[in-house]
């Protein structure tokens, strides 16, 4: 035991360093985990933020809900995309008219026939005809671009220049 005091004694200024080293060592640890606590408790108040008091567990909770009902609300909408999307493919998206003198002995462009097509080429070509006594207007369906009844030139003009918008 007095061999342990006697080398205690000797090397006491290396011992008194080394502890003071050590002490050094553990101030600065000490500083780093302040750090690091700050750091963290300023996530920890990020992710906290509006909780008033909820726990983790209730606030996942009450996330999941959300994006369940977000995805709910997206899937609704989606249906009513292809819903419209649907409806529009049956809607005119193609026009084509042509004027004309339908007889030498009236003056202008008064005659016409118009081509009123979906995104299938169906749809109905409309053709009026003017003449000096009277004026008459008459439709033929169209179906894939082409009627079951007869079509006058005006009529096959009007609907390809339809199909070629």
């Excluded at 985990?33 to 990020?46: A, D, G, Q």
């Excluded at 977000?70 to 005119?92: H, Q, T």
């Amino acid at each position: 035991m007095e061999y342990i005091i006697d080398i205690i004694n000797n090397n006491q200024i290396f011992i008194i360093f080394g502890l003071i080293v050590v002490i050094v060592i553990l101030f600065f640890i000490i500083i780093m985990n302040k750090v690091e606590i700050n750091r963290l408790e300023k996530r920890y108040k990020k992710l906290m933020k509006g909780s008033s008091g909820k726990n983790i567990e209730d606030m996942i909770i009450e996330y999941n809900q959300k994006v369940e009902d977000a995805l709910e609300v997206s899937k609704n909408i989606e249906e009513i995309y292809k819903n419209v999307d649907e409806r529009l493919k049956k809607c005119i998206q193609r026009v084509g008219i042509v004027r004309y003198r339908a007889f030498d002995d009236v003056g202008s462009d008064l005659s016409f026939s118009i081509a009123l097509l979906d995104e299938n080429n169906a749809g109905v070509v409309v053709t009026g005809i003017y003449g000096r006594n009277e004026c008459t207007t008459f439709a033929k369906p169209i179906e894939n671009g082409i009627s079951k009844y007869d079509l006058s030139e005006e009529e096959k003009l009007a609907i390809k220049n339809a199909i070629n918008v």
